[in-house]
DNA sequence: GCTGGACGGTGTACGTCGTACAACGTACGG
DNA sequence: CCGTACGTTGTACGACGTACACCGTCCAGC
């Protein structure tokens, strides 16, 4: 189990999947009561609504309208999210910022990313180390590239930065997912939980002991109006991330 | 299920299990066969041996000898990963880098929380928004925010930039685990995943759709050795992050 | 046009998990 | 000294992914 990864399997199997690679459909037997992009369409439709934890096989079968087993003639659960990631990355939307300055057009690509996981929060949560390089994947990975012409880093450095910033957003949004959850499944909002724990922590924590912690720690709810803001954490943290970036930028090509 | 994630029962009852609060030891009945601390360093033997998604409970009552329910008596998953977070938290080495400069020091911080993962890398999977302030997680707070004494950044910019700072050695961490737990399980190293995925590629790729992508994905994977370079990903992120910081340090502080 | 065999769809079954529940034994408070 | 609160345990339930055997379908080669 724990399949929460991509490319488990076998690559050639998994990227002839992704491609639709029509050598690897069989010419004998039965005509297949569904085709591929039905199924991926409704894996998506259940972890949209479920979570990557409520996408199980026999729940896509539902929707489907088919035998649990059945599935299994289209993809696994290992390849089904391979597909699942590839589709959502196809399909979102890329807005053309040529001609801008650096930082506007990566802000760009870290705000597509951001909207990507707001409408599939599932998808933060799959890690794409040794990636799936299905249609999706590429044209995406090309398009946040294209982000960088012209800004003066070699192209390893560009490749590095891209890294860090598709790691800040999706770091942000599966804290952003977090958050939820535990709203949802405490069935708790922060003021009830803070509530709850406010009594025992007065009973036990010295304050002597944690003059920073206490202090700082109240003035950042205060601040935020909870213990972790996600907004905020995005919003700030991209402009320290970007600052980061432009120096690396102004030392390629200082003016 | 899916509890991978601290805090989701009732707060008061995990913080004073954390706080090992004597007013919530019962005072009848028959004597304890263990106590709570076995039943932590126990489970944390299985997660660093398994991971996290190894640690089932009836594994850790093979290790302590007891049957699996017995656990359930000391603590459920959900406080037994609230407990087992704390106890690495409390037992994590801390350096005093006290007198040196802020960027030395926030280095430190991220090296420490390096070595903490190194050595559980399942901590890095738990998230800790809505944080089980126990014991360790209050020393381990207040020891990485003093780093940050005399920068000149207001309170809540230092939690600010901590909680980035945290999230990005959590994120390298978690990508370093998924490297390995791909290498693990699927049985192949980089060369052979590779090696399987490139006929496949060089029939369905068109290089005229993706110039950057191949180019750029191609350089960057002959200077790492690899597709993901955890290594290389923490060290050039460090950086990236500190130089951010100190755009807003040296702002707060003009020379 | 025929037929062997490849293939799709499905029901059953196995081993895993977290944990609710009831039965049983223990030891403290009154 | 005894009622009862509590620890320990075995059994059981409902999830999960998926291996496997079975049956029915339909194409390739003749």
């Given at each position: 189990m724990s399949p929460d990864r991509t490319s488990a399997g076998d690559p050639a199997r998994t990227l002839a999947l992704l491609w639709r690679d029509p050598t690897s459909v069989p010419r004998r037997g039965p005509r297949r009561a569904l085709d591929l992009d039905a199924v991926v369409t409704e894996a998506i439709g259940v972890a949209d609504d479920d979570g990557l934890a409520g996408l199980t096989m026999r729940r896509v079968a539902d929707r489907l309208g088919?035998?649990?087993?059945?599935?299994y003639t289209y993809a696994g659960k290992d390849d089904l999210l391979d597909l699942m990631l590839d589709a959502v990355l196809a399909a979102a939307p890329r807005a053309d910022t040529s001609g801008r300055g650096w930082r506007e057009r990566v802000g760009a690509v870290a705000e597509e990313n951001r909207d990507l996981y707001r409408a599939h929060p599932w998808a933060a949560e799959v890690s794409t180390l040794r990636p799936p390089l299905g249609p999706g994947q590429m044209a995406r990975y090309e398009h946040e590239l294209a982000?960088?012409?012209?800004?003066?880093?070699?192209d390893v450095t560009i490749d590095d930065c891209l890294t860090q910033l598709l790691g800040f957003v999706r770091t942000c949004a599966r804290d952003a997912g977090a958050v939820r959850a535990a709203r949802r499944d405490s069935g708790m909002d922060d003021a009830q939980w803070w509530a709850g724990a406010a009594p025992v922590l007065a009973r036990v924590l010295d304050p002597a002991r944690y003059p920073r912690a206490i202090r700082i720690g109240e003035a950042a709810g205060r601040a935020h109006g909870s213990a972790h803001d996600p907004e905020h954490a995005y919003r700030f943290g991209l402009e320290r991330l970007l600052d980061g970036f432009a120096v690396l930028i102004d030392r390629a090509v200082p003016r």
């Open positions: 088919v035998a649990t087993m059945s599935v982000a960088w012409d012209g800004c003066g880093l070699d």
